[in-house]
C-alpha cells in the first residue's frame, strides 16, 4: 500500500534541493536580482583619465568568479544653480569598440542634464599607446568580463557572461546617478548606441525607474534578421539563450515609459523589421526617426537634435515632436494621419523598389503634401516598401513606421 505522505514528503525534498540550485530568476524581469542592483553601489573617484569638466569615478559591479570589479564612469553636470528639485539626468551606453565618453556626457551637460557614461568592458577610456588607435586600451584595476563576439560566451555559466554583467553594470550606473544631491532621482532617461541600443531595449524592461529610453540602432529581436547581428547568433543553444535572458523581445511587454526609436535605414547591424517589431511590441508611446544615409558609429548617434527634443519633452515640459500615426496605403495612394505643435514645414515619402538583404536596399524620395492633419503620397509604380517623413520648423524630423505593399 502506498504511504502517501511518505510520496509528498519525498516530493517536497526534491523540490526544494531544484530550488536550491537553480539561478533566481523571474520571467518578466530575467536573472538578474533588482533588489541588490536598485540599491547605491560604492564608489570611488579617479585621476585616471581625467578630462576638463567631468569626473571620473570607479563604482562597484557585481563579483565574477569571487573577483572585485569595478566599472569606469564619466560623470558630469550643467553648468549654473542647480533647478529645484535636481536636474534631469541620462544613462549613456556605448556600443561595441566604445568606451566611457566624456564628450557625451558633455553634449547631455550642455542640453541641461547630468550624465554618466560608463566602459562596459572594464577599462579605462585611455589606450596604451595613445596615438595609436589600434592601441588596446587600459584595463582597470578590477575588471569585469569583456563582450566576445555576439553573445558568444554563451556556453559560460551565465553569471560569467559579459552581457549579464553589462546589464547589471547599466542598472546600477542607473542607481548610482540618481543618488546623487543635485539629481532629480525621477527624472532619468536611458539612451544607448549599437550595442549600446541593444542594452538600452533589454535594461528599459527591467528596470522601471526609467522615464523615456532611446535606443539608437540597436534593437530587439535580432536571432534571425539578415543584420550581421542577427547572422551571426547561430539557431541552437545560442539564439535560445539570446532569446530568454538577453534580446530586449524577452521584456517589452514591461515597457510602458516613451521610447524613440533611432535607426539609418540601412544600418548593416540592425535591419529595419528588428525595428519595427521592437517598436510594435512595447506598450509605451513611441517616436520613430528611420534615417536616410545615417552613418553607424557613437558620433553619429549621439548627434541628432531629436534625441534631445525628444528628452526634453518628456522630463522638461518641452514641445513634443511631431506625433505620425500609422500610415495606410489603397490602391496607389498612401496617407498617415499626424498632430504637431509646431509648424510641419516638409514631408517627404520614402520608398524602395528593391527586395533582398535590408542593408542593400536602395531607397528613393517623392512627392508628399498635407491636408489639414494628413499626409498624401502617391505611392511609385513598383515600390514594395515606403514610409513618411515630416519635418517640422526646427528641422527636427520623424517618421511613420515603414509599410509594404
Known amino acids: 500500500m502506498l504511504d502517501v505522505k511518505k510520496i509528498v514528503y519525498n516530493c517536497f525534498i526534491i523540490l526544494i534541493s531544484i530550488c536550491a540550485v ?31 569638466g567631468v569626473s571620473g569615478i570607479l563604482y562597484e559591479s557585481l563579483p565574477v568568479n569571487n573577483n572585485r570589479v569595478q566599472v569606469f564612469a564619466y560623470y558630469s553636470t550643467p553648468k549654473g544653480k542647480v533647478p529645484e528639485g535636481g536636474w ?6 556605448h556600443g561595441g569598440g566604445g568606451t566611457a565618453f566624456y564628450e557625451w556626457v558633455k553634449k547631455w551637460n550642455k542640453n541641461g542634464y547630468a550624465a554618466i557614461s560608463m566602459d562596459l568592458e ?8 595613445e596615438a595609436d588607435k589600434k592601441s588596446p586600451r587600459i584595463s582597470t584595476e578590477n575588471p569585469g568580463p569583456i563582450r566576445v563576439g555576439t553573445f558568444e560566451d554563451f556556453d559560460k555559466p551565465i553569471k560569467q557572461q559579459w552581457y549579464y554583467n553589462a546589464v547589471a553594470q547599466v542598472i546600477l550606473a542607473h542607481s548610482l546617478i540618481r543618488s546623487f544631491p543635485e539629481v532629480n532621482a525621477d527624472k532619468v532617461g536611458i539612451t544607448g548606441i549599437s550595442w549600446g541600443g541593444i542594452l538600452t531595449s533589454t535594461v528599459m524592461g527591467i528596470d522601471d525607474r526609467f522615464k523615456f529610453a532611446i535606443p539608437v540602432y540597436g534593437c530587439g529581436f535580432l536571432p534571425g534578421s539578415d ?10 543553444k545560442h539564439t535560445e539563450v539570446v532569446n530568454t535572458y538577453y534580446d530586449g523581445s524577452a521584456y517589452f511587454s514591461n515597457v510602458k515609459i516613451p521610447v524613440f526609436w533611432v535607426n539609418g535605414i540601412n544600418d548593416p547591424h540592425f535591419p529595419l523589421p528588428s525595428t519595427k517589431q521592437s517598436l510594435q511590441a512595447v506598450k509605451g508611446d513611441v517616436t520613430i526617426k528611420y534615417q536616410l544615409g545615417m552613418v553607424h558609429g557613437h558620433k553619429p548617434g549621439w548627434e541628432p537634435k531629436e534625441i534631445y527634443a525628444f528628452a526634453n519633452s518628456i522630463l522638461k515640459n518641452g514641445i513634443p515632436l511631431i506625433k505620425i500615426e500609422k500610415p495606410k496605403s489603397k490602391g496607389n495612394k498612401a496617407s498617415v494621419s499626424f498632430r504637431s505643435e509646431k509648424e510641419v514645414k516638409k514631408v ?4 524602395t523598389k528593391d527586395s533582398g538583404e535590408w542593408s542593400k536596399r536602395k531607397w528613393k524620395k517623392s512627392q508628399a503634401n498635407i491636408s489639414g492633419s494628413k499626409i498624401n503620397a502617391q505611392i511609385p509604380e513598383g515600390a514594395i516598401c515606403a514610409f513618411f517623413a515630416a ?4 528641422n527636427l524630423m520623424v517618421s511613420s513606421d515603414y509599410m509594404q505593399f
Do not use: M
Not at 534631469?88 to 551606453?93: H, L, M, Y
Open 391 to 394: 519635418i517640422d520648423e526646427d
Open 88 to 93: 534631469p539626468a541620462v544613462v549613456c551606453i
Open 227 to 236: 543584420g550581421k547581428q542577427g547572422k551571426r547568433i547561430k539557431p541552437g
Open 348 to 351: 517627404e515619402f520614402i520608398y
Open 122 to 129: 572594464g577599462h579605462y577610456p585611455i589606450r596604451e599607446v
Open 22 to 52: 537553480s539561478p533566481v530568476y523571474s520571467q518578466d524581469k530575467g536573472p538578474w536580482n533588482l533588489e541588490q542592483l536598485f540599491k547605491v553601489p560604492s564608489f570611488e573617484k579617479t585621476e585616471k583619465a581625467s578630462q576638463d
